[in-house]
């Protein structure tokens, strides 16, 4: 599974001030937590768990047109924009079919010229993200987006956050805000609101172009209002959803010298922490947050930050109180697939698809827990259902890591036209990135994971330099020592991958690379044990990387 960050959990927005410490950290925590109300998944897209962005040819976006008396020229330079697509297919067409549509034709252009290909893939990926969004009107159930009544209804200022956010209709909630902001060009912590609209448009729909418009409306709220905390910790967010780790770190720590009770400020300091690699830093945030702001966000944060640090025992007893307390859908969807994607990690891919069905109950199209679910299935034996899930995954989100594995499983299936088939996901991967860089992403990690596999080693290589240069977490760490490698630099690349896996965190594919990169500089006997370790942890981590790891081991026995 692609490396994890907690950029993806919900927040509860609510911001008022000191909540009862759970005490987590300490011997005598409670039960189960309650979950906060009102909760959103926020994730920006990847993160090291992946997880973006505006490119050429993106589909426009038209704005509305200032009304008479809307204030000054800036106000009117900074006007909320309304979303609105082109012309798309009428409402029978089928969203999924409008979608792979796009996605083959761009695969198609992208296969003939590798050359090329990345002249268009941002026009043609941007088509393939916008199509289903056409035809289903953004509404996460399939429903046309406003059908829900008074969903229209310009809201109070500010109010986006804890309601139409909050796993609503969230494009009829930006809708709603937009309309607002017309009639109130100076409510700043409105335009705090949509900002933090759009960094959610941006995860649910994979539209990256949502980024630059979540960046102007953060700054015109800071010019209404200057210093304000909510637009403060939107800002943090926006930059940890752009990989911009150290910028995430400085607008949580200015947000929180405001209010040292921002559940969004509180959770993005965290992540930020992690993905610079400082984790004995992240610890204390995480204690910190726990016992300020208690609730889901900082939860399944508190829980990663001690898996990392090789404590799985203690990060599945917290995720597991955080389900018993959790009763919105939305949390319940992610602390399942927390637990999910725990137990996943650790092999044990039964409890792992256990806890993807139940966040599927919660929320049927959290995809999250669909890509894990396909991943358990793959390394339960259940290749088929495997592909299917990612099939309908890399449809609604074409993002990189289940694109990724999508092509794996295609490779490793080996029939007719799967090898076409695979090479078709791994060019929409380029693609992404190059989407995600117009849409002021960082994309390296997910460049040197994918290209040092599937693409140019050294353009892996290039990618992992340069966001080892930005950050050195453990999947930084890893990402740079397998594209040393796979370029022909093992010697250089053992430092790397050994200190990938020194923090204790226990990662099937990270001992896996370790091994191999242990081979190539003669530590035969150190190779045995990191890829033995890797298969007895999850001997189904990838369907190359496992076969690989196989064959090598059985390579290193017949030369004992």
């Not at 038209?62 to 297919?89: F, I, L, N, V, W």
């Not at 949580?252 to 010298?257: E, K, P, S, T, V």
């Not at 204390?284 to 726990?290: G, M, Q």
């Not at 790397?496 to 191999?516: E, W």
Request: aromatic share 4%; hydrophobic share 40%; net charge negative.
């Amino acid at each position: 599974m692609p490396p994890r960050t907690n950029d993806h959990a919900p927040e509860s927005g609510r911001d008022t001030g000191p909540a009862e410490p759970t005490g987590l950290s300490g011997p005598s925590a409670p039960a189960g937590p309650a979950a906060p109300p009102g909760t959103t998944d926020t994730r920006p897209g990847t993160g090291d768990r992946a997880d973006a962005r505006t490119g050429t040819g993106a589909a426009t976006r038209t704005e509305p047109e200032p009304g008479a008396g809307t204030g000054t020229r800036s106000e009117a330079a900074a006007r909320p924009e309304s979303g609105t697509e082109a012309a798309g297919p009428g409402p029978e067409a089928s969203p999924s079919g409008v979608r792979m549509a796009a996605l083959r034709r761009f695969s198609a252009a992208a296969c003939r010229s590798r050359g090329t290909h990345l002249t268009v893939c941002a026009a043609l990926l941007a088509v393939a993200m916008t199509a289903g969004a056409v035809a289903v009107g953004g509404g996460r159930d399939g429903t046309q987006a406003g059908a829900r009544t008074g969903a229209d209804a310009a809201p109070a200022a500010g109010a986006l956050a804890v309601g139409a956010l909050a796993g609503g209709d969230l494009d009829a909630g930006v809708r709603a805000l937009q309309s607002h902001l017309r009639s109130q060009p100076r409510d700043f912590g409105g335009w705090a609101s949509l900002g933090l609209a759009y960094v959610e448009q941006a995860r649910t729909n994979g539209d990256p172009s949502r980024y630059p418009q979540a960046e102007r409306a953060f700054d015109r709220s800071l010019a209404l209002g200057s210093g304000n905390e909510q637009a403060l910790a939107g800002r943090a967010a926006l930059a940890a959803a752009r990989h911009d780790f150290s910028g995430a770190l400085k607008y949580a720590d200015r947000a929180l010298r405001q209010n040292p009770y921002s559940e969004r400020a509180l959770s993005s300091r965290i992540d930020a922490l992690v993905e610079l690699g400082r984790y004995d830093e992240a610890v204390e945030a995480a204690d910190t947050a726990d016992s300020r702001r208690p609730g889901v966000p900082v939860f399944t944060r508190y829980a990663y930050v001690r898996e990392l640090r090789g404590d799985v025992r203690t990060a599945r007893e917290v995720l597991e109180r955080a389900l018993d307390g959790a009763s919105a859908p939305a949390d319940v969807a992610y602390v399942a697939t927390a637990l999910g994607q725990l137990a996943w990690n650790q092999g044990d891919h039964e409890t792992a698809l256990t806890h993807f069905a139940r966040a599927l109950a919660a929320d049927e199209d959290h995809l999250p827990a669909l890509e894990g679910r396909a991943r358990a299935q793959a390394a339960s034996g259940d290749r088929a259902g495997a592909i299917r899930t990612l099939e309908q995954v890399v449809v609604r989100s074409p993002l990189p890591g289940p694109l990724v594995a999508l092509g794996e499983l295609y490779e490793a299936r080996g029939a007719d036209g799967d090898r076409t088939k695979a090479a078709e996901q791994y060019a929409l991967v380029d693609a992404h990135a190059a989407l995600a860089r117009a849409g002021g992403v960082n994309s390296d990690l997910d460049t040197a994971l994918a290209a040092a596999d599937h693409g140019d080693p050294e353009a892996a290589l290039r990618a992992a330099r340069a966001e080892w240069d930005r950050r050195h977490s453990v999947h930084t760490a890893d990402a740079l020592a397998w594209a040393l490698h796979r370029s022909g630099r093992s010697e250089e690349a053992l430092p790397h991958a050994r200190r990938a896996t020194a923090t204790g965190y226990r990662n099937a594919a990270f001992l896996h690379h370790r091994g191999m990169i242990e081979r190539a500089t003669g530590h035969d006997g150190d190779a045995r044990r990191s890829l033995t370790a890797a298969l007895e942890l999850n001997p189904g981590f990838s369907p190359l990387g496992a076969r690989e790891a196989r064959a090598a081991l059985d390579d290193l026995e017949a030369a004992r």
